[in-house]
């Protein structure tokens, strides 16, 4: 167990370096060139110039270049924004807000797509079984902006349960139906994955046996049917946490968090080029961490591959 | 190694008396697109208190279907549309989900077919002992049920088992697994124990140590069993009565030496006379009047095993002079497999196999999984390279031989396989399967391919209508004819057959076997027979090289290894063969 969760961090190594060798290469592609820019119309002296080129490295070549920008990931030194502010400040920020709500949605996505994926696996064909499929389909065709406006419309104007923005310091209570509508949004490959693999694991040779030596038959759903569909559908929530992360970009700029996405997207808007390259080197590492935690999931799950080759 | 158990020994303490199972003219029913499609119709039988009863048939006779219906483990499509079944005086037919409950496990053990797929792979052997005792009130939580289910595996002949049960079932062999099942059936002390092909999956030796187990475990709680197999032989020597399955009806029931001694209804006959094991015997008995019986009985006809051995043994005589075909010496393949972490040590396959196979004659290769005679035949068809040693075919080194050479070469050697679903491309039509070949090697124009194809579908009797026909359209016999007219369709002079009359049942087996006998004489064929089953040995090969471990113990021609073989392995091989212990009335 401890060798195989090794070798996965191990394998982490490379991937980040690629990634962001990867980043790098394409910011450093983008034409232009940000310290001309700097003198606007009447240009720089080119004595100034050359002491700010030397001072961010950028006489360097690149590969140089690229070193001290990983220097920078490693001492938390991600640079400074236009406005003179520190990105790893920002990101400190807006990154716990982004993952408090990345968090809830993903309960509240396994809970709903478990449970519903389980009732209809099991009721194959049945009332439940069709209208859960035409409700996932529906999820699945609706992009996340009308679905976020429609929470908005309804249970925020209507009803009147939630507020329709979130406030600066984003409260829990706040972030519910945000959370609701990233969690609906991708709940449906839950509902149908689980379902599939409850399916499949029902006609299972082993549950034909536990029904034969005389489990009850909730017994054996529990222990037997939905343990196994899980290790699939585990793989799935884990991958969608890092999509909700970096995916939150239209949901929080609906709502109004103050969150990585929303950050961003300004940030884009802009052009404040190392803000997104610190977002997207951040983004990077939580996709990788989240993969790293569905693999040691998956192997918790399934002895074969703890104790495999 | 134990010798066949006779069907009633004076050590056995069964009780037998009064009917415990009385199934009465069931009706089962599986519910397709055609509508309701009958696959059990109006099956009767008795099983007395402390008995075993053995069903036979072939695939889709409907003999699992009628036992799981005992326990109505059957699959969703399948309803009892008919019929009772009586269980100590209960009709389970009439139970409730919920009181079925409490017969299945404590009243009625199960022990399923295939030891890979039926233990939960997620959950710890022990966990899975322990929750069947604890389900049945046979123990409680905890520590109760841990001590119980250590002594349950125990007495299913797990050694160790206190260490073993905390690992998983894929740590386990495929026998370890089958002791753990017949451990977990039996684990209630049930009345009756229903086993459907309980060793149909494992090698012919420990197929023997797990039946011989079981009854031992049976006579002494003086269980009932419900034995179900396709193997005649097995059945006959471990049930005192069979119950002879056809297309979903009961052709033939009573006590099992009689049934095989004297069998009435045709299908019996055939049966009896394509068991391989049984067979073989026949050919010790008097050949006449087996020839003449085949004559009264004209369904037969097609697959007379007798007389295709001996017409092999006529021609074989004739053979000997011919220089070897293919020539094996020292032959030796190491693998380096991962012992977990960063290493990996080696595994030697093969260790230095020697044998070789005159033109136009049989070797078998025989051994138990693990013993590397399908790596022998990779090595052979030059799938693989050898780690050392020389394979030489028609006089040319194998390993020297490249490009165009070996392309030569390998249309002259062609493989079948074991598996005939696996084998064939699904998306194939049997035509062009079987030109693929040709194609390939760009053997002819697209009309002369063609008519080769008719040729060949009919040198393997194969109808020529079958020609756009699809893999899925065909049953498992004409398929693996199929897969031998693609061997052939090169005209090659060797063919190597991997297990490729395994996977088949007893009727359709003899029916290949006879065809391969035949096509050999007619093309004068060279055959590298890889198989587990030596019963099959007799019919087909002229030598046998009986492979453990990677090694050859045992090489010698067939009939000085079935009559008097030298190495204790090959005895307990032989001994090992389901039925050989029964002798039939000529």
């Not at chain 1, 040691?296 to 104790?307: E, T």
């Not at chain 2, 959950?123 to 409680?140: D, H, S």
Request: proline share 5%; charged share 20%; with cysteine.
């Amino acid at each position: 167990m401890l060798w195989y969760i090794l070798r996965r961090v191990l394998q982490v190594i490379p991937v980040f370096l690629g990634a962001t060798l990867l980043i790098y290469f394409m910011v450093f592609a983008l034409p232009g060139d940000p310290i001309a820019a700097l003198g606007g119309d009447r240009g720089l002296n080119p004595a100034v110039a050359d002491a700010i080129r030397a001072r961010y490295h950028l006489d360097q070549p690149f590969f140089i270049q690229y070193l001290y920008y990983l220097q920078g990931i490693f001492t938390g030194d991600l640079g400074t924004t236009f406005s003179g502010q520190k990105v790893s400040d920002i990101l400190g920020r807006t990154l716990p807000v982004t993952f408090r709500l990345a968090v809830m949605a993903i309960i509240i996505e396994a809970i709903v797509g478990i449970l519903i994926g389980l009732v209809a696996g099991l009721r194959k064909n049945g009332v439940f079984d069709t209208v859960s499929l035409l409700l996932s389909l529906v999820l699945i065709s609706m992009p996340i902006f009308v679905l976020a406006f429609l929470a908005q419309f309804v249970f925020g104007i209507k009803l009147g349960w939630a507020r329709t923005t979130v406030s600066g310091d984003a409260p829990l209570n706040e972030l519910i139906l945000p959370a609701f509508v990233l969690a609906f949004f991708v709940v449906a490959n839950v509902i149908r994955l689980t379902r599939t693999s409850v399916i499949e694991n029902l006609d299972a040779d082993f549950v034909r046996t536990a029904t034969a030596k005389g489990l009850s038959r909730p017994r054996i759903i529990r222990v037997h049917v939905l343990r196994n569909s899980l290790i699939p559908v585990v793989t799935l929530i884990g991958t969608d946490f890092g999509l909700l992360i970096v995916g939150a970009t239209v949901t929080e700029g609906i709502f109004n968090v103050p969150g990585v996405g929303n950050t961003l997207f300004k940030a884009i808007i802009l052009s404040e080029a190392p803000t997104v390259v610190s977002f997207v080197t951040v983004f990077v590492i939580v996709y990788l961490l989240s993969n790293l935690l569905v693999d040691v999931l998956y192997a918790f799950l399934d002895p074969r591959i703890r104790y495999g080759k | 190694m134990s010798q066949p158990t006779p069907t009633t020994s004076p050590t056995d303490k069964r009780r037998i008396g009064a009917p415990l199972l009385e199934i009465r003219d069931l009706q089962v029913s599986f519910a397709t697109q055609a509508g309701m499609v009958p696959a059990v119709n109006g099956v009767s039988l008795t099983l007395l208190q402390g008995e075993t009863l053995a069903i036979v048939g072939e695939s889709g006779s409907g003999k699992t279907t009628t036992a799981l219906s005992v326990i109505k483990l059957l699959p969703g499509a399948a309803e009892i549309t008919g019929g009772s079944i009586l269980f100590d005086g209960v009709d389970l037919t009439k139970l409730s989900e919920k009181e079925l409950e409490s017969v299945r496990g404590k009243q009625i053990g199960f022990v399923p077919q295939d030891p890979m797929s039926n233990l939960n792979p997620v959950w710890r052997i022990g966990f899975q002992v322990e929750e069947t005792l604890v389900a049945n009130g046979k123990a409680q939580r905890g520590r109760d049920a841990r001590e119980k289910a250590i002594a349950v595996l125990e007495s299913a002949g797990l050694g160790d088992a206190a260490q073993r049960m905390r690992q998983y079932p894929h740590q386990f062999s495929g026998g370890m697994r089958q002791r753990v099942l017949i451990g977990i059936g039996l684990s209630s002390t049930p009345k009756l124990l229903i086993a459907d092909e309980p060793t149909s999956a494992l090698d012919v030796t420990v197929q023997r140590v797990i039946l011989d187990h079981l009854a031992k475990l049976t006579a002494e709680s003086g269980t009932s069993v419900l034995f179900i197999t396709h193997d005649l032989g097995l059945a006959a020597e471990r049930a005192q009565k069979l119950v002879v399955m056809y297309k979903g009806r009961v052709v033939e029931a009573g006590p099992s030496v009689e049934l095989l001694q004297n069998p009435q209804h045709p299908y019996t006959k055939r049966l009896v006379a394509a068991a391989p094991s049984l067979a073989s015997h026949r050919l010790q008995g008097s050949a006449s009047s087996i020839a003449a019986r085949d004559q009264r009985d004209a369904e037969s006809a097609d697959v007379d095993l007798a007389r295709t051995a001996e017409e092999r043994a006529a021609h074989a005589a004739s053979a000997l002079a011919a220089p070897p075909a293919v020539q094996v010496e020292n032959l030796t393949k190491v693998f380096r497999i991962s012992s977990g972490k960063l290493r990996s040590e080696p595994f030697t396959a093969v260790d230095s196999v020697s044998f070789s196979i005159a033109k136009g004659t049989t070797t078998a290769l025989v051994g138990e999984s693990g013993s590397g005679k399908s790596t022998v035949a990779r090595l052979v068809l030059k799938l693989d390279e050898p780690t050392s040693g020389r394979i030489v075919v028609d006089g040319r080194d194998l390993s020297t031989t490249r490009g165009k050479d070996l392309l030569a070469l390998r249309r002259r050697m062609q493989p079948v396989f074991q598996d005939p679903f696996g084998s064939l491309d699904p998306l194939y039509n049997i035509g062009a399967t079987i030109a693929e070949p040709l194609v390939a090697h760009r053997v002819g124009n697209a009309r002369e391919q063609q008519a080769r194809v008719l040729e060949l579908l009919d040198q393997v009797s194969l109808p020529k209508k079958l020609v756009d026909r699809y893999p899925n359209e065909l049953s498992g016999g004409q398929r693996q004819r199929v897969a031998i007219a693609r061997a052939l369709a090169l005209k090659p002079d060797i063919v190597v057959l991997d297990e490729a009359v395994s996977a088949l049942d007893v009727l359709v087996q003899a029916q290949i076997l006879a065809l391969l006998g035949e096509l050999q004489s007619e093309l004068d064929l060279t055959y590298l027979f890889i198989t587990h089953d030596l019963a099959v040995v007799r019919l087909i090969a002229d030598n046998v090289c009986v492979m453990r471990k990677g090694r050859i113990v045992e090489a010698a021609s067939t009939s000085e290894v079935f009559d008097n073989p030298k190495e204790q392995y090959t005895q307990e091989l032989l001994a090992a063969i389901p039925g050989a212990g029964i002798t039939l009335g000529a």
